[in-house]
């Protein structure tokens, strides 16, 4: 047979098994590679089953406790639910302050609720109330916008326990109408704490309970703060993620400026007494009468203090970022955490309830309408770069400081105090039983004397923490 004959008989063999193959529907297993339009095309059922994932096709129930707005919650939830009709999301009343032992007793009732705000991390991970996120965490293309000092917090031994949630700014309110009254010039949002020390000491009248300087719960923290402003490699009071280094001369040097300015008495620290005498209530705030020149507190206040304060004629206020040190403007941030049930029967649908009332992009913006709605002002922040929320959320900002602050956040360093084990059995040692902090403050001790006992402790309680946490 010649070669134009057997190519003819191939060629009508191949179109044999072409038909075949198109006649079959493309449903031979051996045709599942092929190119072909025909034996590739799924049905219109499906490419549905494909792509819509169980959890948003069958009926949902997930309970949510958070301590947040209730208003503003309410509606995030029923955002949520138009977003994914087949889920129903109920708040759970029963978590409450105290909030950690609300949970505690919830969970002894097997009660737990799908998705909560956390206080501590390290208590509920030790108690296995948390699911570990990284299956879902890893895959989501979303999270790679979080912040990356912020993103690594609340993993332990590579797992990830709990979510952030927002960021709060630890910032300076900066009595304007003082730093007039004495000739001092407003610095820029681009001050250093050496500008800071010199206002506060220059406004300072003691004698008249006029005051340069206070700090949040009565503490100015410079210890916590001034290492990291000063050196990159530090992270807030110190840690670098692993360990602490309070005999970095930063930490002594921040100690023993903020001791100096109590023994001077540049630092508000009047009494009860004292307060009764000069404002007529022992629980009043010098800051808020106008009798604090810059006030280091959290963004929480952003929104009432400043009003508030012009209106009673206490002074104008702004808002400035935490001054530079050496090592630029790191502004200290402080975060809330969330996290879903490590009993939960649906942590796909969980994950998305937890994702969309704390970080992720559509939560935010739908937050950011809402605080139109509910006229609910902006005094927290997001934990994730995302473009469209920033430029929508800056321009609600009515303060020029907050929005220079913001514009800072990219290299922020975030406190530990909610997810660090052992910080806390620390803090116990060192203020209970062994009362440095208040030897400190009345000059038997000095900060220099105790840093390295206080630096070993410190790294002994977080470190066996840190490793029974991570087994």
């Known amino acids: 047979m010649n070669s134009k004959k057997i190519f003819s008989l191939l060629l009508v063999l191949s179109l ?57 919650e309410g509606e995030m939830m029923k955002a949520f639910m138009a977003k994914y009709p087949n889920i129903t999301v109920e708040k759970d ?15 002894s009732a097997s009660k737990l609720p799908d998705v909560f705000w956390v206080e ?19 895959q989501d293309e979303e999270t790679q916008a979080i912040y990356p000092n912020i993103a690594k917090q609340a993993v332990y031994g590579g797992k990830r326990l709990a979510s952030p949630t927002f960021q709060f700014i630890m910032g300076v309110y900066v009595n304007k109408t003082l730093l007039e009254k004495n000739n001092i010039p407003l610095p820029g ?18 004698s008249e309970h006029i005051y340069g300087i206070s700090g949040p719960w009565g503490n100015l923290s410079f210890n916590e703060h001034w290492p990291m402003a000063n050196n990159s490699a530090l992270g807030y009071n110190t840690f670098d993620g692993e360990k602490f280094h309070f005999t970095n001369q930063q930490w002594i040097d921040g100690y023993n400026q903020q001791l100096e300015l109590r023994r ?40 009432s203090l400043p009003p508030e304060m012009e ?29 879903v049930s490590s009993t939960t029967k649906h942590p796909e649908a969980a994950y998305e309830l937890m994702k969309f009332m704390s970080w992720s992009k559509d939560g935010w913006l739908k937050r950011l309408e809402l605080n139109k709605e509910l006229n609910i002002n902006i005094d927290k922040f997001p934990v994730a770069d995302f473009p469209e929320v920033w430029e929508k959320l800056t321009g609600e900002l009515k303060l020029d400081g907050a929005k220079a602050a913001i514009g800072l956040l990219g290299d922020a360093v975030p406190d530990y105090n909610k997810v660090l084990p052992g910080w806390r059995e620390f803090s116990a040692w060192a203020s209970d039983e062994q009362k440095i902090y208040e030897k400190f403050a009345n000059g038997e001790l000095k900060p220099a004397d105790k840093a390295k006992e206080m630096e070993d402790k410190a790294n002994e309680f977080v470190g066996q923490a840190l490793q029974r946490l991570s087994q």
């Open 16 to 72: 044999f098994v072409t038909v075949l193959a198109a006649c079959s529907g493309g449903n031979n297993k051996t045709n599942e590679g092929s190119t072909s339009t025909a034996t590739n095309k799924p049905t219109e059922d499906n490419t549905k089953a494909e792509e819509t994932p169980s959890w948003q096709t069958e009926k949902i129930t997930l309970k949510f406790a958070s301590w947040e707005d209730p208003k503003m």
């Open 93 to 107: 009343e029963t978590i409450n302050w105290p909030w950690t032992d609300a949970l505690t007793a919830a969970a």
């Open 120 to 138: 501590s991390v390290p208590v509920g991970v030790e108690n296995e109330w948390l699911l570990d996120l990284s299956p879902y965490w890893d």
């Open 189 to 206: 949002y681009n001050w250093t704490i050496t500008e800071m020390i010199d206002i506060a000491k220059k406004v300072s009248k003691p």
């Open 264 to 303: 001077l008495k540049v630092e508000e620290k009047m009494t009860g007494e004292e307060k009764t005498k000069v404002f007529g209530e022992e629980g009043a705030w010098p800051l808020q009468k106008g009798h604090v020149a810059l006030g280091i507190d959290g963004s929480w206040n952003m929104n």
């Open 311 to 339: 209106k009673s004629g206490a002074g104008v206020v702004d808002f400035y970022p935490y001054p530079a040190g050496n090592a630029g403007q790191k502004m200290p941030v402080v975060l809330d955490y969330i996290g």
